[in-house]
């Protein structure tokens, strides 16, 4: 970011009667969100937008904010979390990405939780709009660009060389599917379709990173620091049985667990010097989403007054879940591997309030559309002694299926 004077925010947050579902109220063609299970934020137009690039972005954002609040004047009426002044955010994957990483406040926000609902207004006193009438609906054909499926198997077989020569004990490799949308897209007929089929996930929208993303990098509010780390991954069955079976097989995996093992501890070793005493529950439990099993495991622990959820991103991030053990060699590998840059896949996504708290999701199982109609969707799979490259592509292949169903 330049060194420019950042301004002085006038920020009001009052009570408002439920406005009914979130996601339709937020921009069409630019949303903003962060909401799971009907709860959450979002945003509406854009009253300030601050960039970040480069291996510094996260640390940067981190003091950029705390200026920022300072400056502000704040009158909030409703004392949630997610009130007063509020920034959305998007942070890229990799310290070398030409791609931008964001801080973007809202000229509105609504936010809803507990049953309450309020809107936040920025240097303006407009009434909150009516939701506008949906646009047509989308349909998007995607096909690989970069890595096709032989090509990311080929990438897995030379990972797994780097890990039988020790340069990395687990790398996670990712390929890119692009498509094209229409002009002027409704990208709320995406966020409502994700909301609906995925509802135990963030579905996420910040400068056109959008998606359903099942893992919390980290939320901190009242002094707790909180995480859910996902590695280690199986289809859903056929039916009951067969459901519970793989659930079983999951839970029992050697090398899922120990995909698993290596994300957890690289969490909490980056953690623990914001908070000692973290911990992360006893074993991993099977966390059940519509096209996939995981294996999840919740971390939590106390923070200093004063440490920031973006302080924590700066730490956390990039995780051995999207990255890989040892993060130095894995993120080589992954630069040497795939041939594109991730843009903000697999990089925090979330929002941070005025005392710094906020929640950040790991943006997954999503896709960024760009201004000019190109939609760029990503996703991965850890890859460990033990992996097969079939398999680890057709994991790939369930993980895109939350933006191939909601693009079309
Ligand atoms: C890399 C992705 O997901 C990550 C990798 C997982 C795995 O390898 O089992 C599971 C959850 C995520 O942490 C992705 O969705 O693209």
Redesign the pocket.
Known sequence: MSDAVLPALTVSSEPIDDPGPLLHLTEPGSPLSFVRRGAGLIGIGEALRLEFRGPTRLRDAAAAWRDLTERASTRDEVGERGSGLVAFGAFCFADASPAASVLIVPSMLVGRRRGRSWVTRVDTDAPLPRPSPWGSPLFCEFSPRGLDGRGYEAAVRRALDAITDGTVAKV?L?RELAGRLPAAPDLRRVLDWLALAYPDTWTYAVDGALGSS??TLVAVSEGVARAR?????IRRGEDELSDAELAAALSTSVK?LD?HGY?VRSLLAALRPFSPSATASEAPFALKLPNLW??ASDIAGPVAPGVSSLDLLAALHPTA??AGTPRAAALQLIAELEPDDRGR??GPVGWVDASGDGEWA?A??GAQVHPDGTVVA?????IVAESVPERELA??TL?FQPVLEAFS
Request: glycine share 10%.
């Open positions: 996670v990712a099942p893992e780390v996902l590695a280690g991954s899922d995909e994300a995981h294996l879940a999207v896949y697999a790991i997954l199982r990503h996703a991965g799979a850890g994991e790939t993980k």
